[in-house]
């Protein structure tokens, strides 16, 4: 009984780590989706170089695991003089992971959208990536947005890594009360449940917004 | 310059391919071909399947770069400029400004799915032409009207018949007021019941004086409405003349083989409906 009123204490500041957790996710689903959408678009611009560095990019970011990437950003880039603070580093860190995978998801978008309204966009007097940004993308959006739901979850999930470069998230919070207060199961079991609560609205949005951008289509 | 039989200069020449190769691989898709189009005229490009036909249309609108050879529209080149003394390959912004005065009409439509109708011809004039809504409203909506789908200005793709959609692809085309309009195989992939609408609305711009290029197997319709009929086979223009002529006596054996085969299948369809 003490216990639960002891978490119920507690809960506040484990929301505190939420708000962070949504912060972290949010910023870096927006960074990756957009690395990932302006890649997919900028390789099927037939610009060799381009094409190289992504490809690189893609195959670098997902091979390496994005702890030791933000242990490279947090504390790496402090060598050569660039300093970010644990929030900001999470961000920038699952961003650019994120995008790695998004660059794939986005290509794997653009290429299922048939060739024909590439043509037809292009004989309306439209340049390649004006076709793309106005005719392809809004359609690859739409058969993107299961994995891209699926990407905002895991992103949501994986947060709590950034506990490690100390982001006051929420399982960065939950460990340092459970030091204080050794109440493991109850604070980790809370935890447990408020990622749940941020999950599954999140599948919930997904939906929804595939119902919305599949106006036109059965 | 020639001049027609009343003396009147003819019209001018809108589009001039010269010696178009077109090699896919190991095969040449089309092999040396030349044809000019003047402004008004209509030419209707008949011939068996993989002869070429479309090939050479996509390479008129620069969908496919030629292996050798060039097209011209309107007395330039498409896909390549002379810069200081050398032919040198164009920009997509540029190819993009020609191709604003070319319309294709494509076998598939290809209309946009995730827009309405109004909307797939509003397209153009608003992101290309920087029309406002309220000035590319009122010409979308009037032609759709022209070709009779007015009241399907707010449906999806989805929800319009073939026929239907293809005659919002044409709209579309018109909406950024070519000087030409290339139709590849405009009615192949639609249900026989839904062709003649289709047919009409070509026949109307043919009316309206439009420079057109039709790739299509409707013989019926290239007698009725071109001013030529080109036969392509085997990569080649075989042979070109009049409708009447070329329906009537064609010359080469190939030619006489093909009408031949396509008479036999359209007599066959017709005869039960009639």
């Known amino acids: 009984m003490s216990a639960c009123l002891t978490v119920w204490g507690l809960l ?43 490809a690189i990019y893609v195959d670098v970011f997902r091979a390496v695991p994005v702890l030791t990437q933000l242990f490279i950003i947090y504390f790496g880039l ?59 993308l809004p359609q690859a959006v739409r058969v993107v947005l299961p994995p891209l ?11 709590a890594l950034a506990s490690a470069v100390a982001a006051p998230e929420l399982m ?30 999140l599948g919930y949005l997904t939906r929804q917004a595939e119902a919305r951008f599949s106006r036109g289509r059965r | 310059m020639t001049s027609g039989p009343t003396g009147e200069p003819a019209p001018a020449v809108l589009v001039e391919v010269i010696g178009l190769t077109k090699r896919f691989g190991e095969i040449d898709v089309l092999k040396e071909v030349d044809l000019s189009v003047r402004v008004g005229e209509k030419v209707a490009i008949i011939g068996p399947s993989g002869s070429g036909k479309t090939t050479l249309l996509r390479c008129i609108a620069h969908l496919e770069r030629p292996t050798s050879g060039h097209v011209a529209i309107g007395g330039e080149r498409i896909g390549e ?50 029309y406002s809504r309220a000035e590319a409203e009122p010409l979308a909506r009037g032609l759709l009207r022209k070709v009779g789908l007015a009241h399907k200005a707010a449906d999806y793709p989805e929800k319009l018949s073939g026929g239907q959609q293809q005659r919002v ?16 195989e405009a009615t192949s992939a639609l249900d026989p019941e839904l062709i003649g609408e289709v047919l009409n609305v070509m026949r109307d711009l043919a009316r309206d004086g439009m420079t057109m290029l039709v790739v299509t197997h409707e013989m019926k319709f290239a007698e009725d409405v071109a001013d030529r009929v080109v036969f392509m086979d085997h990569g080649r223009i075989v042979e070109e003349g009049r409708p009447h002529e070329l329906f009537r006596s064609p010359s080469h054996p190939r030619t006489q083989a093909f009408l031949r085969a396509v008479v036999d299948r359209q007599a066959m369809t017709e005869t039960p409906a009639s």
């Open chain 1, 78 to 136: 402090t060598e050569i003089g660039i300093r970010l603070d644990p929030l900001p580093s999470a961000i920038v860190g699952f961003g650019i992971n994120g995008g790695a995978y998004l660059t794939e998801v986005f290509r794997a978008g653009l290429e299922s959208i048939h060739q024909g309204q590439m043509e037809a966009a292009q004989m309306l007097g439209m340049t390649r990536l004006t076709a793309l940004r106005i005719v392809i």
């Open chain 1, 12 to 54: 506040p500041v484990l929301l505190l780590g939420a708000v962070a957790t949504a912060e972290i996710t949010a910023g870096a689903f927006v960074l990756a989706a957009l690395i990932g959408m302006t890649l997919a678009v900028a390789q099927r611009l037939h610009w060799y170089p381009l094409r190289i560095a992504i």
């Open chain 1, 172 to 201: 960065f919070r939950a460990r340092t009360l459970v030091d204080k207060t050794f109440l493991a199961t109850q604070i980790f079991t809370t935890a447990a449940a408020i990622y749940l609560a941020m999950s599954l609205p």
């Open chain 2, 81 to 130: 400029k002379l810069v200081n003394a050398r032919w040198r390959e164009m920009s997509d912004r540029e190819i993009a400004r020609i191709r604003t005065g070319i319309g294709m009409v494509f076998q598939r439509f290809n209309l946009f799915p995730h827009l309405t109708a109004l909307e797939n011809v509003m397209l153009g004039p608003t992101r290309v032409l920087k």
């Open chain 1, 149 to 159: 739901g699926n990407f905002a979850i895991g992103l949501l999930k994986d947060t």
């Open chain 2, 169 to 184: 692809a044409i709209a579309r085309s018109l909406a950024m007021q070519p000087r030409l309009m290339l139709f590849d």
